[in-house]
């Protein structure tokens, strides 16, 4: 299964959230990969990847086989961003541009039980590369009027996928992040999220993630969130859970 983590705001928690899959899954003992197209390579330094060899720009622009560019990490393996990745919209511009990402991953079908995309905020050649590549998609959102402007947007970009690149993307649902549940915003915010994720055919995860310091200590130390306890560390475990069981469920209806 490949997961894109997506939004076209930042600030939501996206790295984050896609970096917890992958340790999560190493820890579960599923062969994990992580694909980082965020041009902040934040997924790449939190994961301790080498940053100065080949990246996942050389894989797109096909001057690199899949293969030879994942890097095997304490913390799981790792198909490395770089800076450069801002200059992508130039950089593939040919035919079936929209494409890449999905035949190289093609490359290494069967390697991995899960692929999880750390997609870049902003619209362009690479987060519809990371759309057209992925089975579903997860959507981190802040409680705040901004993220969830980004949603409307989001769904746009999503249904033009859909309709031209990859007609079998499912939306796994909203997930909100930065949550406080002690306030009256964040629970009018939850209710304005439901709102959103039903236009958009989809849900809002159950759990929801709230603020950690943990999370950051874990992050500057490039050590797995769950070598950290409590709060938003164990928000995280039971999101994951509710998002394989959703999964599981799915496919046995299909």
């Known amino acids: 299964m490949i997961i894109t983590v997506t939004n076209q705001k930042g600030g939501v928690a996206k790295t984050t ?3 917890a899959l992958l340790s999560y899954y190493q820890e579960q003992g599923k062969k994990a990969l992580a694909i980082d197209l965020d041009p ?3 997924f790449s330094l939190i994961t301790g990847a080498e940053m100065s060899g080949r990246s996942i720009l050389g894989v797109l622009t096909g001057q690199a086989n899949t293969a030879d560019t994942i890097q095997h990490t304490p913390n799981g393996d790792i198909i ?3 800076e450069a990745l801002s200059a992508a919209d130039s950089l593939l511009n040919n035919t079936g541009k929209e494409y890449r990402l999905r035949e190289a991953l093609e490359q290494i079908a069967g390697q991995y039980e899960r692929i999880v995309i750390d997609s870049p905020p902003a619209l362009g050649v690479l987060s519809v590369n990371a759309l ?3 089975d579903t998609v997860i959507i981190p959102c802040a409680a705040d009027l901004l993220s969830i402007q980004s949603l409307k947007q989001l769904e746009n970009t999503i249904s033009v996928v859909k309709k031209y690149c990859n007609p079998n993307l499912s939306i796994a649902g909203i997930l909100l992040t930065r949550h406080n549940g002690r306030t009256l915003l964040s629970r009018d915010f939850q209710s304005i999220l439901e709102q ?3 236009a958009m055919s989809t849900k809002v995860f159950e759990t929801a993630i709230r603020e950690s310091v943990a999370i950051r200590q874990a992050q500057a130390m490039q050590k797995s969130i769950f070598t950290q306890q409590g709060g938003a560390v164990d928000d995280y475990r039971a999101f994951i859970e509710e998002f394989e069981k959703g ?3 799915h496919e046995q209806k299909a």
């Open 17 to 19: 959230t896609a970096a």
């Open 80 to 82: 490395a961003g770089s």
């Open 247 to 249: 999964e599981r469920n």
């Open 40 to 42: 902040q390579c934040n």
């Open 196 to 198: 959103e994720a039903a």
């Open 132 to 134: 057209t590549a992925a």
